[in-house]
């Protein structure tokens, strides 16, 4: 407190308050996410070429094909030890096996001559959504191998694997975005990634609509696709029949595509066989992947890692072709 003299023989009391602040700065954006943007930056750009490759698929009349294929459930991230469950999984792996499997299915596919591939992306392609090693609801925090960033700078990768090989045979590919419980947004970011790098490939297109449940018809033939999570199978003839009734008429095969539950099977939905709008398979898909401690400790049965491909001609269903990938 200091006194000064007013003039006038009193005395002003003049108080002079002093105030501390503390400022504590933090990153808002960690280094390593920093620096993983900026390489993945430089594989955004698009991939150099002028003109769709040849087709190379034989001329002359023949029956339309349609395949759908796509890696469900490779769960790339997770970090499995075989003290556990009894065998390994890690990034390296998961890379490895992916490459073989696609190679392989992309093969037969080739050999079938479809004039169209659908696949589906998405569905539990990477393991966690975030730092935190979370699903997407934050609830569960899982086994992971290595840095988010790493995680996907490896999907980009594996992911332009897949369609090199599939632009190879010759026909229209189309990236369909199905969102899963795993990590909706990363897979989501990721078919984004893709339709930047395949922007000047003309018989490459990506859907990237977050929409849960996506149709495609082909002929008389009408296809669903979802990850199969949070929705019965039963429920599923439903939601095709509200959700795609535009292209529910005159369809003579309606058939769902989803994955989740690590396993292979088609099962039509309970619809009753008196039904006039006939009824709907659901194809479930294998995964990719090894089986995690989480599903092993719950005593939900181990399955060796695998790839599908679906073959419809414009009346319905014609076969499958399947991988099975040693783990």
Known sequence: MLKLGDGKGGDTVHENTHHYIAVKLRRRVPRAVEIAAKELAKGIKPIKRATARKDRRPAGRRPRTLAVCGPY???????????E???DDDIKLAGDRFRLAVDAIAERISKERPDRIICPLGNDFIHFENQRAETASGKHAVDYDGRYAKVILEAHGLLEHLAEKFVAIGCGV?????KDNHAPLASLHLCHWLAARY?????????????????????????GFCHG???????LYEIMAEKAEGAWDGK????????????RRASPTDVPQHDARGGVVVRTHPALSVTSRYAHDLGFPSAD?????????EDGYRGELYERMSA
Do not use: M, N
């Open 229 to 235: 999570h949070e929705v019965a199978s039963k429920r």
């Open 199 to 223: 922007a000047r490939e003309r018989r490459v297109s990506v859907d990237t609509g977050f929409d849960k449940y996506k149709f495609r018809s082909f002929g008389r033939t009408l296809l």
């Open 174 to 178: 189309e990236f369909v975005y199905v």
């Open 305 to 313: 890692p695998s790839i599908c491909a679906w073959l419809y001609g």
């Open 252 to 263: 003579v095969c309606r058939e769902w595509h989803v994955g989740h539950l690590h396993t």
């Open 85 to 87: 469950t009894g065998k």
């Open 73 to 83: 459930d490779l769960h790339l991230g997770q970090l499995v030890w075989r003290g």
